[in-house]
């Protein structure tokens, strides 16, 4: 991979935690994945989650098969009460999810209501389940979201996972 083929909010992830999750995004997040988002996440259509479930467990199993643990991003209690579904575990269902972390109570704003610099800014949302620290160690880690901004949540969490001893941390999630 060349120096212009890393984007400018990896670079500043590649500075500040030297590997890079080399994120898998299976689609552009344009108009139409906007519209699409707003339907399934904030609209809470449930159903849309199967439009790319088939395809998002396909690419999964293909490139991250034994060995891995598959890591949802969570969600906060609050946006769970708001949506009653964790859009992330609803996009990837059909897979063995290891859940590891758990957003911070004190975190309090959604993401998605985060601008860009405030996204960037944000201290770390997740604490590692206390109780799942052994299975971090030397283990091979898949984090999973739904959409790819910034980074700041992926590496967010690629940080608990690193600091608790993760072998190889990637990451993939539906848009970019």
Same mark, same amino acid.
């Given at each position: =991979?060349?120096?212009? +083929?890393i984007?400018?909010d990896?670079?500043k992830?590649?500075?500040?935690y030297? +590997?890079?999750?080399?994120n898998?995004?299976l689609y552009?997040?344009?108009? !139409? =994945?906007?519209?699409y988002?707003e339907?399934?996440k904030? =609209?809470? *259509?449930y159903y849309?989650?199967n439009i790319?479930?088939?395809?998002?467990?396909e @690419?999964?199993?293909k490139?991250?098969?034994?060995g891995?643990l598959?890591?949802?991003?969570p969600?906060?209690?609050q946006?769970?009460? @708001?949506? =009653?579904f964790? $859009?992330?575990?609803?996009?990837?269902?059909?897979?063995?999810?290891?859940e590891l &972390?758990?957003?911070?109570n *004190?975190?309090?704003?959604q993401?998605?209501? &985060?601008?860009?610099?405030?996204r !960037?800014?944000?201290? $770390?949302?997740f @604490? &590692?389940?206390? *109780?799942?620290?052994?299975?971090?160690?030397?283990?091979?880690? &898949?984090?999973? *979201? +739904? @959409?790819y901004?910034?980074?700041?949540?992926l590496?967010?969490?690629?940080?608990i996972m690193?600091d608790?001893g993760?072998?190889?941390?990637?990451?993939?999630t539906?848009a970019?």
């Open positions: =991979m060349n120096e212009e +083929d984007c400018v990896c670079r992830w590649e500075r500040e030297s +590997d890079l999750l080399g898998i995004a552009e997040y344009n108009e !139409l =994945m906007k519209k988002f339907r399934f904030f =609209m809470g *259509d849309y989650s790319f479930n088939e395809e998002l467990k @690419i999964v199993q490139e991250y098969g034994k891995w598959y890591v949802p991003v969600l906060s209690k946006s769970f009460q @708001i949506r =009653m964790n $859009q992330v575990e609803a996009l990837f269902s059909g897979l063995t999810f290891t &972390l758990t957003v911070r *004190d975190e309090k704003r993401q998605s209501k &985060l601008n860009r610099r405030e !960037l800014r944000r201290r $770390q949302p @604490i &590692l389940n206390s *109780d799942r620290r052994v299975e971090v160690e030397a283990a091979n880690i &898949l984090l999973l *979201d +739904d @959409i901004t910034t980074g700041g949540t590496y967010h969490a690629a940080k690193k608790a993760a072998k190889k941390i990637k990451s993939i539906l970019r």
